[in-house]
C-alpha cells in the first residue's frame, strides 16, 4: 500500500511504498537528470571529458521558486505511480486471478489521485502567491497599489544535460568541423540556457530571455533538422497543473521560453509603483508586451502545440485577454491621474470604465476547460469582481451627467443608473471583503464609491427611486469607449537583435542543417607556368569552384568542379568573393608556389545555383572541324587523328592532325 508522509519544508504529501516490490523499486534520492526524471535518452553517446561545462553563472533560486520545484518533482512522482498502476490493471484485465491484488491496486489508485489533487491546490496557491510577492515593498514613500493585478508564474525546466553532447555530435556529423573549435560558442549557448532559468524580476532578467531567444533561434538553424538535433530532450512543467511534458522538439523549448518571457512580463507590471504615473505607465507596457508574447505564441505555426494546458490555443488566448484587460486598467487609471493633474475639476468618462468591464467580461467569457479548473479561483473571482465594478463606477459617472441635463428623460435614466450602481457596488464589496482579505485597498476604492452612490439616492424623493426599481432591466448599459486602447506589442521578444553566435561556421544560407555537407577534403596545389594551380573561382561566401583544368595540379590532387573552399593556407574563407580568395592563390603563386586548400561538398546548394544559374554549353558552329561527340575517347599514336583536351570542354573538342 501507499503510505502518506509530510514533507516538513512543503507540507506536501510524499507517497511511500509499504512493500518495495508491490508496483517497483521505491524511488532513491531524487536528482535534477534526464535518468531520474523519465526521460529518454536512447542512443547517447557517453564522452570521456566533458568539453562543455559551464560553472561561471549564476543559478540561484527564490524561495518559491524552489517550493514549485519540489511540488513538480512530487507531481513527477505520483504521475508515475498512477501509470504504473493502470499498467498492472490493464495486465491483470486478461486473467481471471489476482482478484485481491486487483483491489489493492485500486485502493492505491485512490490514495494517488488524493495526492494528485492535493499538489493541484498547492500549485494554486503558489501562483496566487506569485503576484503577492511582486507586490512593490510598502515604505514611508511609496504606498499600497490602489489595485491588484494578477501576474503569471514562470515554467519549469530542467538542466538540458544532453544538448552541449548533441550540438558536438553533429558538428562532428554534419559539419565535419572537431567540436573542440566551437567550444565558446556551445558553453555561452548553454550557460544562456541556464541564466534564462533563474531569471530575476527584472528588466535584466527580460534580457536574459531575449538573449536566450536568439540565440536558439540561430541554433536552430545550424543544429536542428524537422525541429530535432539528435536525441536532443527538452522537459517543461505546466504551469498550472504541474505535469512534466517531454519532448525532442524544439517548438516546446521556445514556446515555453516565450511564456515566460511573457510571465516574468506580468510580474515586473505588478512590481511597478501603481501610485505614479510613471509606474502605471510602464505597467501598461509590460501588460501589453506580455499579452503580445502570448498571442505570438498561438498565433505563430512553427510554435503551435497542445501539450500542455498553459500552451493551448484557448488557454493563450485567455491569458493575453486577461492582460490587455489589466493594462486597460492601469491606463483607466493613468487618464484620472493625468486629467486631475491639468484641471482640479476633470471628472472621468464613464464609456472609459466601461471599456475596462468589456476586457474583463471577455476573459470571463473565453474561460475555458482546462485552464478553468486549473486557474486559481481567486483569479476567476476577482476577475468577475472587476467586471461588476467598472459597470458599477461607468453608471456612476454617466448617470451623474445625465441628472444635471435639462431633459426629464435623461434624468430618470440618470437616477436610475445611479440607483443600478449603488445596488452593483454594493453586492460587490461584500463579496470582496469575503474572498480577497490580501487586498483591502481596492475594498476601500469600492466603499468610497458606494458612498457617493448612497449620498446621492439619499438627496432625492423616495418615492422617486421607488418608480424607477422596476424599470432597471430596461436601462442600457454604458457603451465602453476609450481614448486610448491596450494594445498586444510582441516587439520586445520578437524584434531583439543579436549577433550569430555561430558566425564562424560561415553563412547560414549555405552552413545550416538542412544543406548536407556530404565531404570535406583536404588538398595540396602545386603552381605551374601551363596551368596554374589548375583551379577557377567564382561566385562567394563561400567560393566556388566553377573549372578545373585537365592535366592541371586542382585535377591531379581530385578537387572537382562544384567544390566549395572554405580554406587557404590556413585562413578562413567561408565570407570572402572570389576575388579575394584570388588574391590569396596569386600571393602564394608568386612566392612559394603552393598552396593548401580545404573544400566541402554541398549537393543541395550545387542543385540551387544550377536552377538559378544554368551552365548549358554553346555550340562552336562557325567552327567547321569541330566534332561531335566522339565514341571512342583514346586514339592509338599514327591512328591520323588525336584529341587535344587541355584545358577543354568534352563538348569542344579541336581536330589537330597527329
Known amino acids: 500500500m501507499i503510505n502518506e508522509a509530510t514533507s ?30 523519465g526521460m529518454r535518452t536512447i542512443g547517447r553517446k557517453k564522452r570521456d571529458s566533458d568539453y562543455f561545462a559551464v560553472t561561471d553563472f549564476c543559478t540561484v533560486k527564490s524561495a518559491q521558486a ?48 488524493s495526492n494528485i489533487t492535493t499538489l493541484h491546490a498547492q ?10 510577492d511582486c507586490r512593490p515593498i510598502v515604505t514611508a514613500d511609496v504606498n499600497p497599489s490602489p489595485f491588484p493585478l494578477i501576474a503569471l508564474a514562470l515554467k519549469e525546466t530542467i538542466e538540458a544535460d544532453d544538448l552541449s553532447e548533441n550540438l558536438a555530435e553533429f558538428l562532428e556529423g554534419h559539419y ?9 560558442e556551445i558553453s555561452t549557448l548553454c550557460a544562456s540556457r ?43 512543467y505546466d504551469a498550472f497543473e504541474g505535469h512534466p511534458i517531454t519532448k525532442k522538439s524544439l517548438k516546446l523549448e521556445k514556446a515555453s521560453m516565450l511564456y515566460n518571457f511573457a510571465a516574468l512580463s506580468t510580474q515586473i507590471a505588478c512590481k511597478a509603483d501603481r501610485n505614479t504615473s510613471a509606474g502605471l505607465e510602464e505597467a501598461i507596457q509590460h501588460l501589453q508586451s506580455a499579452a503580445g508574447t502570448l498571442q505570438y505564441i498561438r498565433e505563430e505555426s512553427s510554435l503551435k502545440t497542445s501539450v500542455s494546458t498553459d500552451l493551448s490555443r484557448s488557454s493563450l ?47 470571463r467569457e473565453s474561460l475555458r476547460q482546462p485552464l478553468a479548473s486549473s486557474m486559481p479561483k481567486t483569479w476567476i473571482d476577482m476577475v468577475c469582481f472587476k467586471e461588476v465594478y467598472y459597470r458599477g463606477i461607468a453608471d456612476w459617472y454617466v448617470g451623474v451627467l445625465e441628472m444635471a441635463a435639462g431633459d426629464r428623460a435623461k434624468k430618470i435614466s440618470g437616477v436610475a443608473k445611479v440607483y443600478r450602481a449603488s445596488i452593483v457596488l454594493k453586492g460587490c464589496l461584500g463579496k470582496w471583503r469575503k474572498t480577497m482579505e490580501n487586498d483591502p485597498e481596492f475594498a476601500d476604492l469600492i466603499e468610497d464609491h458606494l458612498g457617493l452612490t448612497q449620498q446621492v439616492l439619499e438627496n432625492l424623493d423616495k418615492s422617486i427611486v421607488e418608480s424607477i426599481t422596476d424599470k432597471l432591466d430596461r436601462i442600457p448599459a454604458v457603451t465602453g ?46 603552381h605551374t607556368e601551363e596551368t596554374g594551380f589548375g583551379i577557377t573561382l567564382s561566385g562567394g561566401n563561400p567560393v566556388r569552384v566553377s573549372d578545373v583544368a585537365y592535366n592541371g595540379s586542382a585535377a591531379d590532387t581530385g578537387v572537382m568542379c562544384g567544390d566549395y573552399v572554405i580554406e587557404v593556407d590556413g585562413v578562413d574563407v567561408r565570407g570572402q568573393v572570389a576575388h579575394e580568395v584570388e588574391a590569396i592563390f596569386n600571393k602564394a603563386a608568386a612566392t612559394t608556389k603552393e598552396v593548401s586548400i580545404v573544400v566541402v561538398v554541398n549537393y543541395d546548394m550545387q542543385n540551387f545555383e544550377e536552377l538559378i544559374n544554368p551552365e548549358m554549353p554553346t555550340a562552336a558552329a562557325e567552327r567547321v572541324d569541330t566534332l561531335s561527340m566522339p565514341s571512342q575517347w583514346h586514339r592509338m599514336p599514327g591512328a591520323g587523328v588525336a584529341f587535344n583536351l587541355a584545358g577543354k570542354s568534352p563538348f569542344k573538342l579541336d581536330l589537330v592532325e597527329a
Not at 500549485?123 to 503577492?132: C, D, E, P, R, Y
Not at 565535419?176 to 565558446?184: G, Q, V
Not at 531575449?210 to 536525441?231: I, M, P, S, V
Not at 493575453?320 to 491606463?331: D, G, H, K, R, W
Request: charged share 25%; aromatic share 8%.
Open 481 to 526: 469607449k476609450a481614448m486610448r486602447w491596450a494594445t498586444a506589442r510582441p516587439d520586445a521578444i520578437i524584434n531583439h537583435d543579436h549577433p550569430d553566435l555561430f558566425a564562424a561556421l560561415g553563412p547560414v544560407y549555405f552552413f545550416n542543417a538542412m544543406c548536407a555537407l556530404v565531404e570535406r577534403r583536404s588538398h595540396h596545389l602545386t
Open 317 to 363: 488566448s485567455t491569458l493575453s485577454t486577461l492582460m490587455l484587460a489589466q493594462a486597460q486598467e492601469c491606463i483607466w487609471y493613468l487618464s484620472q491621474k493625468n486629467g486631475r493633474a491639468a484641471n482640479k475639476d476633470w471628472q472621468p468618462d464613464g464609456g472609459e470604465a466601461a471599456a475596462v468591464a468589456g476586457w474583463y467580461s471577455s476573459v
Open 8 to 37: 516538513a519544508e512543503t507540507g506536501t504529501l510524499v507517497p511511500r511504498l509499504s512493500s518495495p516490490g508491490a508496483l517497483s523499486k521505491s524511488p532513491g534520492k531524487e536528482r535534477r537528470s534526464s535518468a531520474s526524471l
Open 123 to 132: 500549485l494554486q496557491k503558489i501562483n496566487m502567491q506569485t503576484a503577492l
Open 194 to 236: 541556464e541564466l534564462m532559468r533563474t531569471a530575476p524580476v527584472t528588466d535584466e532578467g527580460r534580457g536574459r530571455i531575449q538573449t536566450y531567444f536568439r540565440q536558439l533561434q540561430q541554433a536552430e538553424h545550424r543544429f536542428f533538422q524537422e525541429d530535432k538535433c539528435g536525441n536532443c530532450v527538452f522537459q517543461w
Open 176 to 184: 565535419h568541423e572537431k567540436a573542440s573549435k566551437f567550444h565558446t
Open 66 to 113: 524552489k517550493t514549485r520545484s519540489e511540488v513538480n518533482q512530487l507531481m513527477t512522482r505520483e504521475l508515475r505511480l498512477r501509470d504504473g498502476c493502470k499498467n498492472l490493471l490493464r495486465a491483470m484485465d486478461k486473467s481471471a486471478k489476482n482478484g485481491n491484488q486487483r483491489a489493492e491496486i485500486k485502493a492505491q489508485l485512490v490514495s494517488i489521485h
